[in-house]
Protein backbone atom coordinates (compact mmCIF):
# COMPACT_ATOMS: atom_id res chain seq x y z
CA UNK A 1 0.00 0.00 0.00
CA UNK A 2 1.12 3.62 -0.73
CA UNK A 3 1.85 5.21 2.16
CA UNK A 4 1.80 9.30 2.58
CA UNK A 5 3.18 11.46 -0.81
CA UNK A 6 4.08 14.58 -0.63
CA UNK A 7 5.41 16.95 -3.34
CA UNK A 8 7.98 18.00 -4.40
CA UNK A 9 10.64 16.62 -2.32
CA UNK A 10 12.68 19.43 -2.90
CA UNK A 11 12.02 23.24 -3.18
CA UNK A 12 13.73 26.70 -4.15
CA UNK A 13 11.67 29.53 -3.68
CA UNK A 14 12.89 33.80 -3.55
CA UNK A 15 11.67 35.79 -0.87
CA UNK A 16 8.22 36.59 -1.69
CA UNK A 17 7.09 33.87 -4.05
CA UNK A 18 3.89 32.19 -3.33
CA UNK A 19 5.06 28.14 -2.90
CA UNK A 20 2.22 25.46 -3.44
CA UNK A 21 2.72 22.03 -1.27
CA UNK A 22 0.85 18.78 -2.01
CA UNK A 23 -0.21 15.78 0.15
CA UNK A 24 -1.75 12.59 -0.43
CA UNK A 25 -3.02 10.44 2.38
CA UNK A 26 -3.09 6.87 2.69
CA UNK A 27 -6.28 5.21 1.12
CA UNK A 28 -9.15 5.16 4.14
CA UNK A 29 -7.55 8.11 5.94
CA UNK A 30 -9.81 11.09 6.07
CA UNK A 31 -7.60 13.26 8.38
CA UNK A 32 -4.48 15.11 6.79
CA UNK A 33 -2.73 17.80 9.29
CA UNK A 34 0.27 19.47 8.44
CA UNK A 35 3.55 20.33 10.17
CA UNK A 36 6.60 22.60 9.86
CA UNK A 37 9.83 21.54 10.89
CA UNK A 38 13.11 23.87 11.43
CA UNK A 39 16.26 21.85 11.28
CA UNK A 40 17.11 20.71 14.91
CA UNK A 41 13.96 21.00 16.34
CA UNK A 42 10.64 19.35 16.85
CA UNK A 43 7.43 20.01 13.72
CA UNK A 44 5.46 22.39 14.69
CA UNK A 45 1.67 22.05 13.93
CA UNK A 46 -0.09 24.44 11.13
CA UNK A 47 -3.32 22.79 9.94
CA UNK A 48 -5.56 19.86 10.30
CA UNK A 49 -8.05 18.97 7.74
CA UNK A 50 -11.12 16.49 8.52
CA UNK A 51 -13.43 15.86 5.74
CA UNK A 52 -12.51 18.79 3.79
CA UNK A 53 -13.01 20.77 6.63
CA UNK A 54 -10.39 22.83 8.70
CA UNK A 55 -10.67 21.34 12.04
CA UNK A 56 -7.16 22.90 13.76
CA UNK A 57 -4.78 25.65 12.95
CA UNK A 58 -1.81 26.61 15.17
CA UNK A 59 0.14 29.71 15.70
CA UNK A 60 1.00 30.13 11.83
CA UNK A 61 0.61 33.88 10.46
CA UNK A 62 -2.24 34.35 7.63
CA UNK A 63 0.14 34.27 5.43
CA UNK A 64 -0.84 30.61 5.64
CA UNK A 65 -3.37 28.33 4.12
CA UNK A 66 -4.55 24.75 3.07
CA UNK A 67 -7.35 23.25 1.68
CA UNK A 68 -8.74 19.51 1.30
CA UNK A 69 -10.22 18.04 -1.39
CA UNK A 70 -12.99 15.29 -2.10
CA UNK A 71 -10.22 12.77 -2.38
CA UNK A 72 -9.02 13.43 0.93
CA UNK A 73 -5.62 14.65 -0.51
CA UNK A 74 -4.64 18.51 0.49
CA UNK A 75 -2.70 21.59 -0.55
CA UNK A 76 -0.51 23.98 2.00
CA UNK A 77 -0.28 27.26 0.41
CA UNK A 78 2.16 30.26 1.76
CA UNK A 79 2.01 33.39 0.34
CA UNK A 80 4.62 36.27 0.66
CA UNK A 81 7.63 33.80 1.48
CA UNK A 82 10.00 34.82 4.03
CA UNK A 83 13.42 33.53 4.88
CA UNK A 84 12.15 32.15 8.37
CA UNK A 85 9.52 29.87 5.97
CA UNK A 86 12.54 27.59 5.15
CA UNK A 87 11.98 24.34 6.74
CA UNK A 88 10.73 20.57 6.50
CA UNK A 89 7.07 20.83 5.81
CA UNK A 90 5.60 17.61 6.80
CA UNK A 91 2.11 16.12 6.18
CA UNK A 92 0.42 13.18 8.11
CA UNK A 93 -2.58 11.49 8.18
CA UNK A 94 -4.68 8.96 10.46
CA UNK A 95 -7.96 7.05 10.23
CA UNK A 96 -8.38 7.97 14.18
CA UNK A 97 -6.01 9.35 16.54
CA UNK A 98 -5.71 6.16 18.73
CA UNK A 99 -3.61 4.73 15.71
CA UNK A 100 -1.42 7.16 15.35
CA UNK A 101 -0.38 9.47 12.16
CA UNK A 102 2.14 8.25 8.85
CA UNK A 103 3.90 11.34 8.02
CA UNK A 104 5.22 11.67 4.30
CA UNK A 105 8.75 12.21 3.48
CA UNK A 106 8.15 16.04 3.58
CA UNK A 107 8.83 18.98 1.20
CA UNK A 108 12.07 20.56 1.87
CA UNK A 109 11.81 24.48 1.41
CA UNK A 110 14.46 26.77 0.72
CA UNK A 111 14.09 30.72 1.07
CA UNK A 112 16.03 32.61 -0.79
CA UNK B 1 -2.31 24.55 25.81
CA UNK B 2 -0.65 21.05 25.89
CA UNK B 3 2.88 21.25 26.01
CA UNK B 4 6.03 18.10 26.06
CA UNK B 5 9.30 18.32 27.24
CA UNK B 6 12.53 16.15 26.12
CA UNK B 7 15.22 17.20 28.84
CA UNK B 8 18.04 14.96 27.19
CA UNK B 9 19.51 16.37 24.31
CA UNK B 10 21.34 14.04 23.33
CA UNK B 11 22.43 10.17 24.70
CA UNK B 12 24.51 7.63 23.73
CA UNK B 13 24.29 4.02 24.03
CA UNK B 14 26.80 1.04 23.36
CA UNK B 15 25.66 -1.54 20.37
CA UNK B 16 23.01 -4.10 22.42
CA UNK B 17 23.07 -2.39 25.73
CA UNK B 18 19.84 -1.09 26.83
CA UNK B 19 19.11 2.96 27.12
CA UNK B 20 15.72 4.88 28.01
CA UNK B 21 14.83 8.14 27.03
CA UNK B 22 12.81 10.69 29.28
CA UNK B 23 9.70 12.35 27.97
CA UNK B 24 7.41 14.44 30.61
CA UNK B 25 4.13 16.44 29.06
CA UNK B 26 1.22 18.69 30.71
CA UNK B 27 -2.46 17.91 29.42
CA UNK B 28 -5.37 19.04 30.95
CA UNK B 29 -7.15 16.11 29.34
CA UNK B 30 -8.30 12.89 30.96
CA UNK B 31 -7.88 10.55 27.99
CA UNK B 32 -5.48 11.47 25.39
CA UNK B 33 -2.47 9.34 23.04
CA UNK B 34 1.11 9.65 23.35
CA UNK B 35 4.13 8.65 20.97
CA UNK B 36 7.25 8.23 20.30
CA UNK B 37 8.42 8.92 16.79
CA UNK B 38 12.36 8.44 15.33
CA UNK B 39 13.44 10.69 12.90
CA UNK B 40 16.54 9.43 10.93
CA UNK B 41 18.73 11.28 9.00
CA UNK B 42 16.83 10.71 6.11
CA UNK B 43 14.19 12.78 7.93
CA UNK B 44 11.55 10.55 7.13
CA UNK B 45 9.22 10.18 10.54
CA UNK B 46 8.59 6.77 11.87
CA UNK B 47 6.07 6.04 14.13
CA UNK B 48 8.12 3.47 17.20
CA UNK B 49 5.18 3.03 19.78
CA UNK B 50 1.99 4.67 21.12
CA UNK B 51 0.11 4.33 24.32
CA UNK B 52 -3.48 5.43 24.83
CA UNK B 53 -3.79 7.34 28.60
CA UNK B 54 -7.03 5.62 29.46
CA UNK B 55 -4.54 2.14 29.04
CA UNK B 56 -2.75 1.41 31.71
CA UNK B 57 -0.74 -1.68 30.51
CA UNK B 58 2.26 0.01 29.31
CA UNK B 59 2.56 -0.58 25.47
CA UNK B 60 6.10 -2.35 23.86
CA UNK B 61 6.83 -2.77 20.31
CA UNK B 62 9.43 -5.78 20.24
CA UNK B 63 12.58 -4.14 21.60
CA UNK B 64 10.66 -0.73 22.38
CA UNK B 65 8.49 -0.24 25.08
CA UNK B 66 7.22 2.71 27.31
CA UNK B 67 7.02 3.47 31.21
CA UNK B 68 3.60 5.22 31.07
CA UNK B 69 3.44 7.12 34.62
CA UNK B 70 -0.04 8.58 34.36
CA UNK B 71 0.05 10.89 37.63
CA UNK B 72 3.58 11.54 37.01
CA UNK B 73 2.79 12.46 33.17
CA UNK B 74 5.92 10.97 32.47
CA UNK B 75 6.22 9.19 29.15
CA UNK B 76 9.78 6.94 28.74
CA UNK B 77 10.93 4.92 26.08
CA UNK B 78 13.48 2.41 26.60
CA UNK B 79 15.29 0.52 23.85
CA UNK B 80 16.74 -2.93 24.61
CA UNK B 81 19.53 -4.33 22.90
CA UNK B 82 20.36 -1.35 20.98
CA UNK B 83 21.42 -1.27 17.28
CA UNK B 84 23.05 0.78 14.89
CA UNK B 85 20.29 1.26 12.96
CA UNK B 86 18.40 3.14 16.31
CA UNK B 87 20.35 5.80 15.76
CA UNK B 88 18.26 8.94 15.13
CA UNK B 89 16.67 11.65 16.52
CA UNK B 90 13.70 10.16 18.60
CA UNK B 91 10.40 12.76 19.32
CA UNK B 92 7.62 12.21 22.25
CA UNK B 93 4.40 13.92 20.87
CA UNK B 94 1.27 13.93 23.01
CA UNK B 95 -2.64 14.37 21.08
CA UNK B 96 -5.31 15.27 22.99
CA UNK B 97 -7.79 12.97 20.38
CA UNK B 98 -11.36 14.48 20.11
CA UNK B 99 -11.86 16.73 17.64
CA UNK B 100 -8.29 18.13 17.77
CA UNK B 101 -6.87 14.14 16.81
CA UNK B 102 -5.25 15.64 14.13
CA UNK B 103 -2.58 17.99 16.11
CA UNK B 104 0.05 16.58 17.96
CA UNK B 105 2.28 18.31 19.86
CA UNK B 106 5.91 17.55 20.03
CA UNK B 107 9.08 17.47 22.64
CA UNK B 108 12.05 18.94 21.48
CA UNK B 109 13.77 15.54 20.61
CA UNK B 110 16.77 13.49 21.35
CA UNK B 111 19.77 12.54 19.60
CA UNK B 112 20.42 9.47 20.03
CA UNK B 113 23.72 7.83 19.14
CA UNK B 114 24.57 4.10 18.90
CA UNK B 115 27.94 3.12 19.15
CA UNK B 116 29.07 -0.01 17.57
Known amino acids: DAGVTQSPTHLIKTRGQHVTLRCSPI?????VSWYQQVLGQGPQFIFQ???????GRGNFPDRFSARQFPNYSSELNVNALLLGDSALYLC???????????FGSGTRLTVV | AQTVTQSQPEMSVQEAETVTLSCTYD???????LFWYKQPPSRQMILVIR??????QNATENRFSVNFQKAAKSFSLKISDSQLGDTAMYFC?????????????FGQGTILTVHP
Open chain 1, 27 to 31: SGHKS
Open chain 2, 27 to 33: TSESNYY
Open chain 1, 92 to 102: ASSPQARYGYT
Open chain 2, 93 to 105: AHNAGGTSYGKLT
Open chain 2, 51 to 56: QEAYKQ
Open chain 1, 49 to 55: YYEKEER
